[in-house]
């Protein structure tokens, strides 16, 4: 009796030990906080621990005290990675396949659809505090007095800041919301820097909403959505941030993404097996030189800026005693920007591609809201103005940084924002939670998708996905939890699917089929062969086949037919 009664004690221990083995560790039982923070038009390789240059410590120590994802993936576009994250569903499900437009179809509404609830409104119920900071996006009604049923209050967060549109200039940025109200930023009683810097004020107002809670709400968690515009055009940033840059990219477009390349085999980050591509445009060729580097110089600069106001806000956790109970997830909207707004002669606001001696447009009074995304002036009645020699960086530019720089920020990957290749849709994401993943400093190969993070927030705080909300059917979650890798366990997933500007794909396992636009089928084994250099469509057409097969299946089940449909016609 008493060995039989000891074997059982011991299975007993093992099964606890496994168990406990089995979830992420928590912090004596208490639910933790939950942060997800967002940059914008990135590429992969630009965070340092990631194999960039340029300076970002706190992104980095949060990466060495955390776990790294090495095969992360976002949805190729703004608007639909945020639907896709806020749902945990592919983006024609929730509503937003294309951009803020109705297309006459399920997948294209333009809108965040009732179909789905947000990470905010399956947490709310759960007494969790959440907030939104950032760009929102999902949604088409962006005026300031019309239909608001779509905005962050009516989609289940607490408190909101940031702009309900894209976002446009960072010195005065058109949406700009408090709550449910828009505001100009020179004319806010809640906020009134020395300075504004859309940046530092998404920065310093989730700061603000995390000291509220933990003075109003300290007994309850908090989910906090923190989506920054940087580094998407235009190239603004403060000079003093820009002058930390000044000469680092004289040489061009090579020399930087070598130094990327090599960086990121010494980190993991790049099989030396995988056959780097030839980057895209001839630094020879470039005529002005000086511009160009600029650009780099303001895009570094703001990736800066958005370091240190992430420093801000991992501070403020710090020295509330919060911070090893949060889990903290950095990520990417898309990869890195190859378009060419504000790049040519033509100036955005008419003909100006110099600054007139006066200015031709009325000013605009402090409490005016700013109409545009892309303005037509400037406060004080300048034109914006556009086109090689204009230095970007100053309010009263507006200029991307172009293509050249958008292959090294993807370096080592192939095309950009709106292609579903690897340069497209590959993220960093960073995952800190001190008291819950165990793992630090180390790389998680698994792949994932964005569409995990409800998944992810539901297992973590111990919540269950509704099926039903406010009378509304609620789709099946289509994410699953990254929480077994916290631990070192599989992810078990069948398939990521992708479809954007009808570029399209399917993952499964190692394999990856792929295709632009009205183009045929490509197929990768992405553990050799990442960098998507070697098509072995024609070699394994039976596999090739399936995939294929596969995806269709899903493009007819997740509302992303008829393919083109975010070409259709708009409606009212």
């Known amino acids: ?135 929102w996006h999902v949604t088409k009604a962006t005026k300031p007095e019309g239909p608001k049923d779509n905005w962050p209050l009516q989609r289940g967060f607490d408190r909101y800041y940031g702009t309900i549109t894209g976002g446009g200039s960072f010195w005065d940025p058109s949406g700009l919301t408090r709550d449910n109200t828009m505001i100009s930023p020179l ?73 990327r390349v090599e960086r990121m085999k010494k980190l993991g980050l790049l099989d030396s097996h995988w056959e780097v591509p030839a980057g895209a445009g001839d630094w020879g060729k470039v005529e002005n030189k000086a511009w160009e580097a600029r650009g780099m110089e303001v895009y570094a600069a703001m990736i800066d800026r958005m370091d240190q106001g992430i420093g801000r806000i991992v501070e403020a956790l710090r020295s509330s005693g919060q911070l090893d109970n949060t889990l903290l997830l950095f990520l990417q909207d898309n990869g890195g920007c190859a378009e060419v707004q504000g790049r040519s002669l033509r100036g955005i606001a008419g003909e100006y591609s110099t600054r007139p001696e006066k200015p031709p447009f009325p000013p605009m009074p402090a409490e005016a809201l700013q109409p545009d995304m892309i303005p037509k002036q400037t406060r004080d009645g300048y034109p914006f ?115 954007h500007e009808g570029n399209r794909a399917v993952r499964v396992g190692n394999w990856k089929l792929v295709a632009k636009e009205n183009r045929p089928w490509e197929l990768y084994d992405l553990e050799r062969d990442r960098t998507e250099q070697h098509d072995l469509a024609a070699q394994q057409p039976e596999r090739a086949k399936d995939l294929a097969a596969k995806w269709d299946a899903w493009a007819a089940r997740a509302y992303v037919l008829p393919l083109g449909a975010w070409k259709a016609p708009l409606r009212n």
């Open 187 to 259: 004319a806010d009683p809640e906020y009134r820097p020395k300075r504004f810097y859309y940046t530092d004020a998404l920065s310093d107002n989730a700061v603000r909403f995390l000291k509220d809670h933990r003075r109003d709400r300290a007994d309850q968690p908090f989910f906090m959505y923190v989506a920054y515009t940087a580094a998407h055009w235009p190239m603004h940033a403060p000079e003093e941030y820009v002058a930390k840059y000044r000469g680092k990219y004289d040489e061009g477009y090579e020399p930087v993404r070598r130094a």
């Open 385 to 499: 103005i556009t086109g090689p020699g204009v230095m970007p960086g100053p309010d009263g530019t507006f200029i991307a940084y172009g293509q050249g720089w958008a292959n090294v920020s993807n370096t080592p990957f192939r095309e950009y924002k709106h292609w579903v290749h690897e340069g497209g849709i590959s993220t960093p994401l960073i995952a800190h939670w001190p008291a819950g993943i165990r793992r630090k400093n180390e790389l998680e190969r698994q792949p994932g998708h964005l569409v995990d993070l409800m998944a992810t927030c539901l297992e973590v705080s111990g919540t269950a996905y509704p099926k039903t909300y406010q009378g509304n059917a609620i789709r099946p979650l289509e994410g699953r939890s990254l929480a077994p890798a916290f631990a070192g366990r599989t992810i078990q997933r069948d398939a990521i699917y992708w479809e």
């Open 1 to 135: 009796m008493h060995c039989r009664a000891s074997f059982t004690i011991g299975l007993l221990l093992v099964a606890a030990c496994l168990a406990a083995q089995s979830r992420p560790a928590d912090a004596g039982g208490k639910r933790p906080n939950i942060l997800i923070m967002m940059s914008d038009d990135m590429g992969y390789s630009d965070l340092g621990c990631y194999g960039g240059e340029i300076r970002t410590p706190n992104l980095d120590r949060l990466a060495r005290n955390g776990l790294r994802f090495t095969q992360f993936y976002n949805t190729a576009r703004c608007c639909p990675t945020r639907a896709a994250l806020l749902s945990g569903l592919y983006p024609h499900q929730a509503g937003v396949g294309h951009m803020m437009a109705d297309r006459g179809y399920e997948g294209y509404r333009g809108e965040l659809n009732r179909s789905c609830v947000t990470i905010a409104e399956a947490l709310k119920p759960a007494g969790y505090g959440t907030y939104a900071i950032g760009k």
